[in-house]
């Protein structure tokens, strides 16, 4: 783990309740995998399962973290990014309070300051979501 929760909500905007990411795992400069236990209390919970628009805030502020903490190792302050778009989400199931799941994200293309990924959701080896983002960096 390279970073747990108290770290993370240093690098990513988002502040409490609204954190979506409880660790960073693995991060390179093409790649990052972050994890989040589900809880009961959880904002987007609805009938023990966390909804559709939790899945997706999750995996915006995973590609946030991977911005977060590419300025960290620079020793700089990440700039505000905004969503500039989603496409091609697909949720398979939506997973129960108590379980963990891993995001991992992928570089397609970054350009200045618009940077375009892929995005899958894990429970175990089971991909249960995925889509495509476009962030853009504030300038």
């Known amino acids: 783990m390279l970073a747990n929760i108290e770290k993370v909500k240093e690098l990513i905007p988002q502040k409490a309740p609204f954190v979506m990411v409880d660790e960073l795992l693995q991060f390179t400069q093409e790649n990052l995998r ?6 009961a209390s959880n904002l987007f919970v609805e009938n023990n399962q966390f909804v559709e628009s939790g899945i997706i805030e999750n995996m915006a502020q995973s590609v946030a973290l991977h911005t977060g903490y590419q300025f960290f190792l620079l020793n700089k302050i990440a700039p505000t990014g905004y969503l500039g778009a989603i496409k ?10 108590g379980e ?7 570089i397609i293309q970054e350009f200045m300051g618009v940077t375009l990924v892929d995005v899958k ?3 175990d080896d089971e991909i249960i979501a995925k889509s495509q983002m476009k962030t853009v960096l504030a300038s």
Do not use: D, G, Q
Request: charge should be positive.
């Open 34 to 39: 972050s994890r989040f236990k589900i809880s």
């Open 121 to 123: 959701v894990f429970s």
């Open 88 to 97: 091609n989400v697909e949720i398979t199931r939506l997973p129960k309070t």
């Open 100 to 106: 963990t799941i891993e995001t991992a994200i992928e």
